[in-house]
């Protein structure tokens, strides 16, 4: 009885060290680079006694890497689909995808940062790029498109090339992470305002 009890404290309290790890992972990230995150200063950031600990819960750090990327990404997801499942027509879900991303970002710098550090830094055996800026690019494709066929079928969209459209919408995205962070900056509000109104233009069917 005592081990069967004792197995799911176990792994609630390896789950609960892992994710841990992770968010001190992200934020050593956040605030030196991918190059400079060493298993070191993630033990500081988690407050963790041995850099131990942290090889025990991740195989390699290419293991640990991946799982920021999963974390992050995970965040972002989570709170564009609820965002999302609350409106009944494409353009209400397509206009709600753009504002609630916009927000995530807004919110959460670090995430944003860990997510093009170890996209652009983490490399392969050969030297290459283990993910690169295709990942974020085809995630939101693989998200937009759908969106974007949908409203073309119901008729709010006009004819146009669903993947060309929807890697341009994820360009204007990104352009507006600049514009939130770079001075001089424009607020969340103004970035929500100028995308969401230009991708109407560029989507909505000629009366």
């Known amino acids: 009885m005592r081990v069967t009890e004792g197995a799911p404290s176990r792994s609630l309290a390896a789950t609960a060290r892992r994710a841990q790890i992770v968010e001190a992972t992200i934020a050593v990230i956040a605030e030196v680079g991918y190059a400079q995150t060493t298993y070191s200063r993630i033990a500081r950031q988690a407050g963790l006694s041995s850099t131990r600990l942290i090889s025990y819960h991740f195989g390699s750090r290419d293991e640990l890497m ?6 992050a990404g995970g965040s972002a997801e989570r709170a564009i689909a609820e965002r999302v499942r609350a409106e009944s027509t494409a353009t209400g879900r397509l206009h709600a995808r753009i504002e609630a991303q916009l927000r995530w970002i807004a919110a959460y710098p670090s995430y944003v940062r860990a997510l093009y550090e170890v996209s652009m830094n983490a490399r392969d055996d050969a030297g290459g790029q283990r993910y690169g800026p295709e990942l974020t690019a085809e995630a939101n494709v693989h998200e937009l498109g759908p969106i974007l066929t949908d409203g073309q079928g119901s008729g709010e969209f006009r ?12 360009s204007g995205i990104d352009a507006a992470i600049s514009r939130m962070f770079v001075p001089p900056v424009l607020t969340v ?7 969401t109104t230009w991708v109407e233009l560029a989507t909505r069917r000629a009366p």
């Not at 991946?66 to 974390?71: C, D, K, P, Y």
């Not at 509000?189 to 995308?195: K, L, P, T």
């Open 189 to 195: 509000e103004e970035c929500v305002r100028e995308i």
């Open 66 to 71: 991946e799982q920021v990327l999963v974390e």
């Open 159 to 170: 004819e146009f090339d669903v993947r060309l459209m929807a890697l341009t919408i994820k």
